[in-house]
């Protein structure tokens, strides 16, 4: 309109012009005019439509930007505030005035803005738009702290570089993950254990709790069957699964279950099932806590409970409670067997109704200073029976308090005492008879202390010290006898202590005029706790005694050498003999005889070895007859077998002490047994073995001498044998006392038991 509008006015002003006009000029003037006006109209539709556009934009922005849960900030290259958003003015706690135009630093807590700062700055070194995700902390108007998410985009605009922030508050993911975090730490350090399983019954988390429980680690658990860990044939899982899949929760129950060593435990068990974000039951979750121990813990105090019941009904002391005036509140059954009462008979009635009327006053007294002191008291009295007689009972009362600390009343220990005074009264009267019986002995007798006090002397004692008992008490023994002498007694004195155990013994005492001896004996004294307070010594002179004793030592050393030159003598007379024997032999021609005088020598000779070893020997009553055999035997066949590879000898001798009035006649009938079997059993060329065996048991000895010899005829009797040796043997076994076998089925054997004697 405003193009034509100046078409038409250009039109009439060349008409009405008095000047001479260019048509074509104003024409051309005015085609112009019209297309450039048509061109403007044109124009300004589109900005027109591109104004609106741009409106609708912003307006579409500003609508998704304000209506964005994050917070959106916009800073120019300066890093001033050009636009935040609704969303972050609340979560910075400011409005839209208090930050545009400021630095965007004001929200970044000030520890963090030089790292903040830093971040930037390789950001636009970079060249990017667009930053990654990062997590940082935020400043809020009240100095409140809090985490955030962002990310950031540059943009330019007008010649001008802008940022654009993206502002996430992550307080409550912080929090959930604390929560989280807290949770798995819980559950990872809980004790009891906490396992979880979907449906299919694999099991998807193992705490430490159930490795120590079942004893299978996280990765030995995790995907396996749950079912593992039930006890073979158990039908719990399928109901379990059961309940879980109608959403109950299983409470507290007990149960068995088996761990990886095979050990079937007790545990105590809870299950809740497991949903997902839908609400779906996915699993379930099992708590559980091994009770094996709380269970025998259990099974312990019921059995003490009974025990302690059992033990209150038979015990031979009476159990009760009574309240801060003596009324019995409790009584334990065991009050029947001690006096006769029924605990019912007892309950809400007095205790001092029932007390001696003498002793009710300090009974009364007792209680009141038990629970004003606040202690342990005991009291001695005489109480009624239910039949009407009064007996000694013992009480010790432990006051009992409230939860305020006020004394309650009392818990009572009694114990009939009846017995124990009438032995206090007998001792009593043993202690003056004692001390009547100590006074008037002829023996010291003293009490010292470990330190060799003197705590007692009778007047024996001390009169024989030269002092009376009362110069005694108090002072050590030290005072009184020599340095070794006294040093002797306090060793014994304090062994005696030591080891609870008496000591007798014979002591040398040196005295000025002459040497005394005393037979000592220590005893421990024990006091009422059962330890040694002292020991008692009582000493006895037995000096005369002693020295008679050690003439009659003298003496008898003195007749044991005697003994001793008289088994020597006897043995080199016995030698003499043999010697005699040996050279007569050698003028005679008749070899019988000269056999006989050979045997006489080996007889004597047997004699001489007995004496040779008793005066060797220590006793000179007994001999070693089993060392005698041996060497008897040796000699013997040294003698008599010319060939030893042709007889051989063999003893079973075991060592036996012999007396020697059966040694001598017993060991001419071993020279006679043996020397017959060398000279009579193996004839020519007969060869063959001699075997000797001597033993004891249980005071019987048996001595055998056989032979694999040629042996005796069948009708041989050896009972009526005109053989001297035989005959010998015979009247030899008969004055020991013996019984003669003789075997000769194959060989000879020659079986003597005898029996030792008994010992003078």
Known sequence: MVTVFMVVLLLYIGFNSSTQIDYIYILFRSVIFVIVGIITVILSERIEKSQVKLKTSEEGFRSVVESALDGIITTNQEGNVVFVNESFQKMFQYSDEEVIGKAVKMFIPPRLRDKYDQKLKEFHKTGQRQVGTFESVGLKKDGEEFPFEMSITSWEGEGELFTTSIIRDITYRKNAEKAQSLLSAIVEGSTESIIAVNLEGKILSWNKGAKQCYGYSAKEAIGKSYSMLFPENSSEYPQILDTIAKGEKIGHYETKRVTKSGKLIDISLIISPLKDKEGDIVGFSAISRDITQDKAAKEALARSESQLSMITTNMA???????????????????????????????????????????????????????????????????????????????????????????????????????????????????????????????????????????????????????????????????????????????LIRKVVNTGEGVDLEMHVPYEDRDKWFSTSLQPIYGRDNQIHSVQVISRDITEIKETQLKLEQALKDKEMLMKEIYHRVKNNLMVISSLLNLQSRYIKDEEAKAMFKQSQERAQSMAMIHERLYRSADLKHINFGDYIRKLAQDLFRTYVSDPSRIKLEMDVDDVMIDINIAIPLGLMVNELISNSMKHAFPGDYSGKIRVKFKEHDSQCMLEVSDTGVGFPPEFEFEKSDSLGLQLINSLTQQISGELELESNHGTTFKITFQQPEDD
């Open 317 to 491: 002391d009476i159990i009760c409670q009574t309240n801060l005036d003596g009324v019995y509140i409790y009584v334990s059954p065991s009050v029947e067997s001690v006096l006769g009462y029924q605990p019912q008979d007892l309950v809400g009635k007095s205790m001092l109704d029932r007390v001696h009327p003498d002793d009710r006053s300090r009974v009364a007294s007792c209680m009141q200073d038990a629970g004003g002191k606040c202690m342990t008291r005991s009291v001695q009295y005489r109480y009624q029976r239910a039949d009407g007689q009064y007996v000694w009972l013992g009480t010790t009362g432990t006051p009992t308090y409230d939860d305020n600390g006020q004394v309650t009343g009392f818990i009572c220990n009694s114990r009939d005492i009846t017995n124990q005074r009438n032995a206090e009264d007998a001792l009593r009267e043993s202690e003056a008879k004692y001390r009547t019986l100590v006074e008037s002995a002829s023996d010291p007798i003293f009490l010292y202390d470990d330190n060799g006090i003197f705590l007692m002397a009778n007047k024996a004692g001390a009169h024989g010290m030269g002092k009376e008992p009362a110069d005694l008490l108090g002072h050590s023994l030290k005072e009184f006898f020599p340095p070794e002498v006294a040093e002797k007694q306090l060793d």
